[in-house]
């Protein structure tokens, strides 16, 4: 079965959601106050196949957005296809993927208008050697195929960031042996290139996750690497590299002191200076095993730093963050998963994020799996699935006003 990311293995989580809504800005300094009524199911995505998952979502307004993903034909979990759903302001559609005869998936998307979207993942082929990198491009008529160059072992893209719309980027990983290496493709308007990602000091393997982009030529992308290697005791930091439109270059970035597995899943820029990441890491509980909590980073004063949880009931054990995503004035939400009573009960909840560290509000959703929020304006909408994959899930929530 294709992988979407590469994380620990141990970061298998009970199904639920985090929401945390930060300030945007260099300095985290005003408390976004939530209303939980301001959460609200919006018609859901249609039913297509078995075992859905909605990877991705990406939208140009309010009245356009592309879910990406992927289902299983018969159920098994190495027969899928390319998912693609429509809002249009009033419900959903599912559009024609083209979806070789092969196990394809989607694990991102970027719009820059309703006419101008590229969803990309990896397919393998029947019969092929190794799993190959995937894009579609979206029209405002039909999908179609965008052919990206071969590599020699397993590539996959997890990220994708358009500034314009003859000008994507798009991020993950290709294995060259048996350790991946941060990968990089780029859309000018009539075809893609790729190169290889900066390599940290000590590294011996990389990969990237997300990326984001206030500009062409001003770019952050966000993962993971490893100096070991040793997938039998695997050890991983935060990994972040910046691209000014000449290079990639690696940025010093804090890698929680508890965690031995540390990864960023998500990016969000409001400015040149001023973004936030988001993931996970592990920390050592002899009790219970390994725990994972949400792990926050952001800019400022140039450099980056990470923002702890304050207060014992603000990080939950075995949380994680997936996503993130800014609207235009700034306020930015991300999504994740958490458990609701010990590890076997999944639930949601919300967080928000202030001077004065987490706050946590009564839970939004339960028994889901919330994997991408998107904030066309001063509302957002998130995706994910519930029920095993069963049902597809669409939430939209307004942000509160900032105090």
Request: aromatic residues 4%; proline residues 6%.
């Amino acid at each position: 079965m294709l992988q979407r990311l590469k994380r620990p293995s141990h970061l298998a989580l009970a199904a639920a959601l985090v929401a945390l809504i930060v300030s945007g800005g260099i300095a985290i300094s005003r408390l976004v106050r939530s209303n939980p009524a301001a959460t609200t199911a919006a018609p859901q995505p249609l039913t297509v196949g078995k075992e859905m998952a909605l990877h991705a979502v990406a939208c140009a307004s309010t009245t356009f957005c592309l879910a990406v993903g992927s289902y299983s034909v018969d159920g098994s979990s190495n027969d899928r296809r390319a998912l693609v759903e429509r809002w249009n302001g009033a419900g959903w559609a599912v559009l024609t993927a083209p979806s070789p005869d092969s196990d394809t998936v989607l694990n991102a998307v970027a719009c820059v208008s309703s006419s101008a979207c590229m969803a990309v993942g990896a397919q393998t082929p029947a019969n092929a050697p190794a799993t190959q990198a995937f894009a579609l491009r979206w029209n405002g008529a039909a999908l179609a195929i965008t052919p990206l160059p071969s590599a020699a072992g397993d590539t996959v893209l997890n990220g994708i960031a358009c500034p314009l719309e003859r000008r994507c980027i798009a991020v993950g990983s290709s294995k060259s042996g048996q350790l991946p290496a941060a990968w990089v493709a780029t859309w000018d308007g009539a075809g893609w290139a790729a190169t290889t990602g900066a390599t940290p000091t000590g590294g011996v393997d990389s990969w990237l996750n997300a990326v984001a982009c206030t500009q062409p030529a001003a770019c952050t992308a966000v993962g993971g690497y490893s100096t070991s290697g040793d997938h039998d005791d695997p050890v991983s930091d935060p990994l972040i590299e910046s691209w000014d439109g000449m290079a990639w270059s690696v940025v010093p970035s804090p890698a929680p002191g508890a965690g031995n597995l540390a990864v960023l899943s998500s990016v969000a820029c409001t400015a040149r200076s001023s973004c936030f990441a988001v993931g996970n890491y592990s920390v050592v509980n002899n009790a219970y095993g390994d725990d994972t909590q949400a792990l926050v980073e952001t800019t400022g004063a140039g450099r980056w730093t990470e923002v702890r949880p304050a207060g014992a009931d603000a990080g939950a054990a075995q949380s994680a963050l997936q996503s993130i995503a800014c609207s235009a004035a700034g306020q930015c939400v991300a999504v994740g998963t958490a458990p609701q009573s010990g590890y076997a009960v999944a639930a949601g909840l919300i967080a928000t994020l202030g001077a004065s560290g987490w706050e946590r509000l009564p839970a939004s959703a339960s028994h889901a799996v919330l994997e991408s929020v998107a904030c066309p304006s001063r509302t957002c909408l998130v995706v994910g699935e519930r029920a095993g994959g069963t049902q597809l899930l669409a939430i939209w929530r307004n942000l509160p006003p900032a105090t």
